[in-house]
């Protein structure tokens, strides 16, 4: 896991962050940015590039090789830095809170601006990164950047995604997004996979969700990574979440994706909810109605 450098914020001042985001522009070119390009990288003069090289080395935030040439590189914690600087000028966040999960590829906080709201950094790209950075020998490579190339289009991606679809389906509202991070609502409620339904409420939410998804479609959605942990259950209703791997409906695998997402779900329902389900109900027949417009209802409705 990524360290939380929300406790740094505080103590970094303003050259520190020209200096970070020196190494970030530097980075566009090659992974380890060369320490002469840093003057001009961040408006800073030698002396300052010295200093501020020294901070940031210091907490984490940079690492430092020497092979050719002296060279730096951001650590993910450099980067979250950044993102969580930018945030805080724009106020969409004031204070920072507790971890509200690690997912695989991600970590989420809770923040708060005038209300409580999730931040999840993106950190698509970061075991991959981790495995090929120990063995390497690099000096050239522009390829080992992409681990924040990865992260950030993974932000950009959901945050586009929760905004076309916010708030006709039942997703987080988004807030904001920077670089690999974005700011949503904070959902109530569990995951569905954490939930013990009742038997009469079964079939009721698996018709919320099987809604949500049809809805999702109609807007030119299918989510692709649909599952009971991606799926938050509250008094309120249910709630779609973790969308950075959605393609449009015009893509040539969204029906696939959209099949294997029912399938997901009802697979789910059917072991854990055995015999609560419609005995006729299945996946391929629910998806055929999505995608002609027909879907209504997972209750029995022939009577
Ligand atoms: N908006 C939110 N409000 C409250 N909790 C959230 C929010 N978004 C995410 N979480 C919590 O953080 C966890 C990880 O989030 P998410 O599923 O988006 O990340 P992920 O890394 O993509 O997950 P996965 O392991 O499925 O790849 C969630 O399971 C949930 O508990
Ligand atoms: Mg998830």
Redesign the pocket.
């Known amino acids: 896991m990524v360290r939380n450098v929300a406790g740094l914020l505080p103590e970094l001042e303003a050259e520190d962050f020209y200096l970070l985001s020196g190494v970030e522009q530097g980075m566009r070119f090659s992974e380890w940015v060369q320490r002469e390009k840093l003057p001009d990288y961040s408006s800073l003069t030698e002396d300052e590039v010295e200093y501020r090289l020294e901070r940031c080395l210091k907490r984490g935030l940079i690492e430092k090789k020497t092979i050719q040439y002296e060279g730096y590189t951001l650590q993910f914690e450099g980067y979250d830095v950044l993102a969580l600087r930018t945030f805080a000028e724009r106020e969409t966040i004031t204070e920072f809170g507790s971890p509200?999960?690690?997912?695989?590829?991600?970590?989420?906080y809770?923040v708060r601006s005038y209300k409580p709201?999730?931040l999840?950094y993106?950190?698509e790209g970061y075991t991959n990164f981790r495995e090929v950075h120990k063995e390497r020998d690099y000096a050239s490579d522009n390829e080992h950047v992409s681990w924040m190339y990865t992260a950030r289009k993974a932000a950009e991606r959901?945050y586009e995604t929760l905004e076309a679809l916010y708030p006709d389906v039942a997703v987080?509202q988004p807030i904001g997004q920077n670089r690999h991070a974005i700011v949503?609502?904070?959902?109530d409620g569990?995951?569905l996979s954490r939930t013990r339904l009742e038997d009469e409420q079964v079939v009721g939410v698996l018709d919320l969700l099987v809604s949500e998804i049809s809805r999702a479609h109609e807007l030119g959605y299918v989510h692709a990574?649909m599952?009971e942990?991606?799926v938050?259950v509250s008094e309120a209703g249910v709630?779609i979440?973790?969308?950075?791997q959605a393609v449009p409906t015009d893509h040539e695998n969204a029906d696939e994706f959209l099949r294997r997402d029912l399938e997901n779900i009802l697979g789910y329902f059917r072991r854990k909810y055995p015999r609560r389900l419609p005995e006729d109900l299945d996946a391929d027949s629910v998806a055929d109605s999505i995608v002609d417009g027909s879907f209504d209802t997972v209750f029995e409705t022939n009577g």
């Open positions: 509200l999960g690690v997912g695989k590829e991600s970590d989420v809770e709201h999730a999840k993106h950190r959901e987080p949503m609502e904070k959902m569990v995951e990574d599952s942990y991606n938050f709630t979440f973790d969308w950075p």
